[in-house]
């Protein structure tokens, strides 16, 4: 993996981390997209580029305007991550 590579999934994995502490790690669960950002440091491109990353996945998904939710799906990811200490290995 380079390093280029290894930065994409460390935003990926701190967006999808901040997204499951902020939604009290539940599933459809709603929280504003700009919170995630703000709490996770990411600028508004790179906290885009994961939102899309999950979402393309069906990790995530919008529930309203602004507001995303972790599907069951990605629930189960977070739990997965959160158990291993986030580590960037593969699931």
């Given at each position: ?29 709603s929280?504003y ?10 600028s ?5 580029r ?16 602004g ?18 200490g986030?580590s960037?290995?593969?699931?």
């Open positions: 993996m380079n390093v280029s590579t290894q930065t994409v999934h460390n935003l990926e994995h701190a967006y999808l981390r901040t997204l499951y502490e902020l939604a009290e790690k539940k599933a459809k669960s929280v997209h700009g919170e995630v950002r703000t709490e996770a440091g990411l508004e491109d790179e906290s885009e994961a939102c899309d990353f999950w979402a393309d996945r069906g990790i995530l998904e919008w529930t309203t305007l507001h995303i939710a972790l599907t069951h799906l990605g629930l189960r990811r977070a739990e997965h991550l959160a158990d291993r986030w960037l290995a593969p699931f």
